[in-house]
T-cell receptor, first 111, second 112 residues
Framework: KQEVTQIPAALSVPEGENLVLNCSFTDSAIYNLQWFRQDPGKGLTSLLLIQSSQREQTSGRLNASLDKSSGRSTLYIAASQPGDSATYLC??????????FGEGTQLTVNP | NAGVTQTPKFQVLKTGQSMTLQCAQD?????MSWYRQDPGMGLRLIHYSVGAGITDQGEVPNGYNVSRSTTEDFPLRLLSAAPSQTSVYFC???????????FGPGTRLTVL
C-alpha cells in the first residue's frame, strides 16, 4: 500500500526564517508530486507540481524538490511571513492517477 | 472560470437519509474525483472518473455512488447516511489525472 509521510507534523517559526517541510513516499512508480496549502476550514490550494522527470520547481518564495530514488520531496519556504501560516500537504500521484496524501505539516509563522 | 464548485457548503443529515453532493467544473477537465478528509486520516479517495461515462472506486467507496453523465458534473450520492460518513468532502479535477489537480471548497457533512 502506498504511504506518504510528512515530517514534522507541526512547526512554529519566527517571521523571516527560511524553512523546509519534508515529504516521503513509498511508491517509486510516481507520476508526479504535488504540494498544497490548506487554510483552516478551507479547500486545498495547489502550490507546486513536480513531474517525475523533474528535480525541482520554483514559484516565488517556494521551491519544491523531488528525489525519486530516495522517495523524498521537500518544500522550501524562503523568508517566511505570518500569511504563510497554514497546513501544507503533499500528495503523490501514481497508477490510476490517484492522489495519496500525507497528513500535513501545520505551519505557524509568528510576527 | 469558476473552477471547481461544490454545493452545499454545509449539510446535516439524520442516519438513514440520502443526499447528493454536487460538484461541477468549467475547465473542460476529463478527470474528476471525490475525497473525504478526516482528522488523523488525511484525505482519502472515494471514487474517481477519467471521463464521461467512466467511473471507478477509490480507497473508501462503500456507502457512496457516483455517475458521470457529462464532462462538467460529478455528483456523489450517499445512499443511506451513517455517522461514520461525517466528514469534509472535496471534489477535484484535472485534465488527465497526471497533471495539476484543482480542488473545490468542500462540503462539510454531519450525520446525526
Amino acid at each position: 500500500k502506498q504511504e506518504v509521510t510528512q515530517i514534522p507534523a507541526a512547526l512554529s517559526v519566527p517571521e523571516g526564517e527560511n524553512l523546509v517541510l519534508n515529504c516521503s513516499f513509498t511508491d517509486s512508480a510516481i507520476y508526479n508530486l504535488q504540494w498544497f496549502r490548506q487554510d483552516p476550514g478551507k479547500g486545498l490550494t495547489s502550490l507546486l507540481l513536480i513531474q517525475s522527470s523533474q528535480r525541482e520547481q520554483t514559484s516565488g518564495r517556494l521551491n519544491a524538490s523531488l528525489d525519486k530514488s530516495s522517495g523524498r520531496s521537500t518544500l522550501y519556504i524562503a523568508a517566511s511571513q505570518p500569511g504563510d501560516s497554514a497546513t501544507y500537504l503533499c500528495a503523490e500521484a501514481t497508477s490510476g492517477s490517484r492522489l495519496t496524501f500525507g497528513e500535513g505539516t501545520q505551519l505557524t509563522v509568528n510576527p | 472560470n469558476a473552477g471547481v464548485t461544490q454545493t452545499p457548503k454545509f449539510q446535516v443529515l439524520k442516519t438513514g437519509q440520502s443526499m447528493t453532493l454536487q460538484c461541477a467544473q468549467d475547465m473542460n477537465h476529463e478527470y474528476m474525483s471525490w475525497y473525504r478528509q478526516d482528522p488523523g486520516m488525511g484525505l482519502r479517495l472515494i471514487h474517481y472518473s477519467v471521463g464521461a461515462g467512466i467511473t471507478d472506486q477509490g480507497e473508501v467507496p462503500n456507502g457512496y455512488n457516483v455517475s458521470r453523465s457529462t464532462t462538467e458534473d460529478f455528483p456523489l450520492r450517499l445512499l443511506s447516511a451513517a455517522p461514520s460518513q461525517t466528514s469534509v468532502y472535496f471534489c477535484a479535477s484535472s485534465y488527465t489525472g497526471k497533471d495539476e489537480q484543482f480542488f473545490g471548497p468542500g462540503t462539510r457533512l454531519t450525520v446525526l
